[in-house]
């Protein structure tokens, strides 16, 4: 996980990875209202909207949720 993002599990911010990577965001995600999200080290978290995070990633929207 490093290598490719460039920060430590636990700690993997949406944005900033040494390299591109697909990102794909929980549909379920844009139901809240404010979502928080890691900041590079495991003990730190940023506040932004759903809409923010597709907006910053260039993520896609999916339905990642496994029904039993």
Partial sequence: MRARTGFVIGGVPPVGHAEALTTLIDAD???????WAAAG???AVFRL????????????VADVRREE
Avoid: H, K, Q, S
């Avoid at 995600?29 to 979502?35: K, P």
């Fill in 29 to 35: 995600l844009l139901a809240f209202d404010e979502i």
């Fill in 41 to 43: 080290t495991p003990n």
């Fill in 49 to 60: 909207l759903p809409a923010e995070l597709v907006a910053i990633t260039g993520g896609l």
